[in-house]
């Protein structure tokens, strides 16, 4: 047989377009199971040569990570502890930048169909007094 976890539920997106730019918000409640009732929310803020990810927690825990995944094709530098270039597999660049915290990079895996893995990196940011947010730009 097979066996389906606890479900998370996603709280409706709320999507607006204000000059030019697009902003998604939504939360889910995912990590309950685990962390008290804790519930997270991301905010995406898109426009012509930006993406601005934010990251909040509710409830009692006020700490956690944020990884972001780095397909194994990208090349990546570190300009600085919290800043660093992406090359694309086309030879585009790509900043990305912590807002409030420093960027490690980690050893990770990605998925790209079920069952199946590759070796890659992440970037790791913590998140502490319950929020953080990340800036990708081209």
Do not use: M
Request: hydrophobic fraction near 35%; charged fraction near 25%.
């Amino acid at each position: 047989s097979f066996r389906v976890a606890k479900r998370a539920y996603v709280e409706s997106p709320n999507i607006k377009s204000i000059n030019k730019e697009i902003e998604i918000e939504c939360s889910h409640d995912g990590y309950k199971h685990f962390f008290n009732n804790l519930i997270h929310s991301r905010n995406w803020k898109l426009s012509k040569n930006k993406l601005i990810i934010s990251d909040t927690i509710y409830g009692k825990k006020t700490t956690a990570k944020a990884r972001y995944i780095i397909h194994p094709g990208i090349k990546i530098s570190r300009i600085s502890k919290n800043k660093y270039k992406l090359i694309l597999q086309n030879k585009e660049i790509v900043y990305f930048k912590s807002i409030f915290y420093a960027i490690n990079v980690e050893q990770f895996f990605y998925a790209p169909e079920f069952g199946k893995r590759k070796n890659t990196k992440c970037f790791s940011i913590d998140i502490n007094n319950s929020k953080n947010a990340v800036e990708f730009s081209w």
